[in-house]
């Protein structure tokens, strides 16, 4: 019976235009290219966008508890799963889905927590959630007696900020901002009911002109000044390099880190940073020798610097490196490459206002070509040159189009869709991983390229470094932007640029670690596949296209048919730490 519903499965899918996905490495072949959480997973994904459609008052007390019950039934539904009888794609959504579901529980919770601590001072909105409420429904109102009813929330407003003005810093910054958040739900809510009736209600438009204008602006000046309650040595201090971030603190790091199923502390894996900082400090040493500079190498590395290209020839000079690359990628065989997918990327100029958060080139399906324009200081001019010469752009070329970002964004679109697992272990370590492989494989030509590449190789150790060590609270923004010109030979508006873009870019404080970190995941799992004539190259990149994000671990996990436990907890040590 199995034997005849994987013969016709598979006929289904050829007569509809699919290919069947499974391959025959490990014991993962015969493998449908969908799991049974398929449709689950596909429901979900679905309810979820159309109860946030729905339910569009952010921080209300309506949408939390929606979305609380919302996630409980699918975990329910969920464990009605017989889990020893799933195939190893179906135990690895299960796991991630589970995972997902309680991550956002716990952070529904902690967002109950918080607005029951500030729940005095934003009671005064249950009417204007009561009249959304019958807006979604398009219910005819009673506009006189909602008139009367706002009015009276401005009169309690009125004396609720007077009466919050008298107030000692009170809120921490965390509750000052869900404070904000609720207040903005409030506005969200009542500009939702204005533009619906205004103008096409008569007697609503005539009653509510004033009211809702009045209204308005009141909720936009509470906000603020729920912002400005916020008690200052709670902050992060500006230690005057204008950054002020919110470090996570030891706890939440280790709640993060576990939710990513990554199994070292944060202080292990600054400890590995530092191993392979060790180790590019000896290849730069080696290179800085071959140019002639002995151990002086931040004076190769400036040599290195000064090979930038001249003003308005940057893009010609990237695309040059993309075709090194590409050519590169086939002559060795490395990995398929969709002939679409190499047709449709294409280049856009980064803004000089971007430039400040992004002083690099970033990609995907767009590669956006960070280089200065007409309205820069002559100094941010210079940097900006320096910083994206030729040689220390040939190590991220790849990283941002073929075989990185590009690539892996065309295969998501189309391949296992209904994994929503973003995580950057997965995004940008995969990316980072190629900076690895094609080091080993000789893609850098020269010692100058080899400083480039090393130049980027440093850097992902020290968003390692500096990211944990700030948000453990063992080191300040500056600290971060002098050990990144310091240790790394950043420009100093480039160093800056890339610490404001870590901590007040609204990236997540695992971001800038999961470069390399998500990088040595694959790489390690690439030795235990490849190196061990398991798979070659290709396969193996081929078949981590094809599963769509989630956890390296759990990429392992399908790759090497992992017998996995219900209970499964994050538990692969990748690195040799020896």
């Known amino acids: 019976m199995k034997r005849f519903y994987k013969m016709h499965l598979k006929a ?12 025959s490495q490990n014991g993962v072949g015969n493998e449908p290219p969908v799991s049974e959480l398929y449709q689950l997973m596909n429901e979900m994904s679905a309810d979820e966008g159309s109860l946030g459609r729905f339910y569009i008052v952010d921080s209300s007390p309506e949408k939390r508890e929606r979305f609380i019950q919302f996630y409980q039934d699918y975990l329910s539904r969920l464990e009605k799963f017989s889990f020893d009888q799933l195939s190893v794609n179906g ?13 956002n529980l716990r952070n529904l919770e902690e967002e109950k927590k918080e607005y029951a601590k500030i729940e005095k001072w934003v009671s005064y909105a249950g009417p204007i959630y009561e009249t959304e409420k019958l807006r979604r429904r398009g219910i005819h109102l009673e506009s006189s007696k909602i008139a009367a009813e706002f009015n009276a929330i401005s009169n309690e407003l009125e004396s609720l900020s007077a009466a919050l003005s008298k107030e000692p810093p009170l809120f921490d910054r965390n509750l000052a901002e869900r404070g904000q958040d609720v207040v903005k739900g409030h506005q969200t809510a009542l500009e939702s009911i204005y533009q619906f009736y205004n103008g ?29 309650k916020v008690d200052e040595s709670t902050l992060s201090k500006d230690d005057g390099s204008g950054i002020v971030g919110n470090p996570v603190g030891a706890k939440e790091l280790k709640n993060l880190l576990e939710d990513a199923f990554i199994p070292y502390t944060a202080e292990e894996l600054v400890e590995i940073a530092n191993k392979e900082f060790a180790w590019c400090d000896r290849e730069l040493l080696k290179a800085s020798r071959e140019m002639g500079f002995g151990d002086d190498w931040k004076a190769a590395q400036e040599k290195v610097k000064q090979s930038y290209v001249p003003e308005g020839q940057q893009p010609e000079a990237m695309l040059d490196l993309y075709n090194q690359s590409i050519d590169f990628l086939k002559k060795n065989d490395l990995l398929t490459i969709p002939p679409v997918a190499e047709e449709t990327w294409r280049m856009s100029m980064m803004s000089p206002e971007r430039q400040k958060i992004a002083p690099f080139f970033l990609g995907g399906e767009v590669l956006q070509i ?48 209904y994994r929503n697992f973003r995580t950057p272990f997965w995004t940008e370590g995969w990316a980072l991983y190629w900076e690895l492989i094609l080091w080993d ?29 700030y948000h453990l609270g063992k080191w300040t923004p500056q600290e971060c932007i002098d050990y990144l010109v310091d240790r790394v030979g950043h420009e100093r508006a480039n160093a800056e640029g890339e610490v404001r873009r870590s901590f007040t870019g609204r990236y997540g404080p695992l971001y800038q670690l999961a470069y390399m970190t998500g990088g040595m995941q694959f790489y390690a799992l690439k030795k235990e596949l490849v190196d061990s004539g398991k798979m070659t190259y290709k396969e193996y990149h081929d078949a981590v296209l094809r599963e769509n994000s989630m956890p390296v671990e759990m990429v392992r996990a399908i790759l090497t048919n992992q017998p996995l436990d219900k209970n499964y907890k994050t538990s692969w040590k990748f690195y040799d730490r020896k």
């Open 12 to 23: 289904l899918l050829l007569a509809l235009g699919m290919t069947w996905a499974g391959h």
């Open 91 to 103: 135990r690895v959504d299960y796991l991630l889905v589970k995972s997902d579901i309680n991550r």
């Open 200 to 228: 096409y209600d008569p007697e609503f438009t005539w009653w509510m002109e004033k009211p809702y204008a009045k209204l308005m602006e009141q909720l936009k000046a509470y906000g603020k000044l729920i912002m400005d």
């Open 370 to 417: 960070s280089y200065p324009t007409n309205t820069m200081d002559h100094d941010d001019k210079m940097m900006s040159m320096r910083g994206n010469n030729p040689h220390f752009s040939r190590a991220t070329v790849h990283h941002e189009l073929i075989a990185g970002h590009h690539l892996q964004g065309f295969m998501n679109r189309r391949n296992k869709t």
């Open 441 to 469: 494989m000789d893609f850098p030509r020269s010692p100058e390229d080899r400083i480039g590449m090393l130049f980027w190789r440093m850097h992902r150790c020290a968003r390692i470094i500096f990211s944990l060590n």
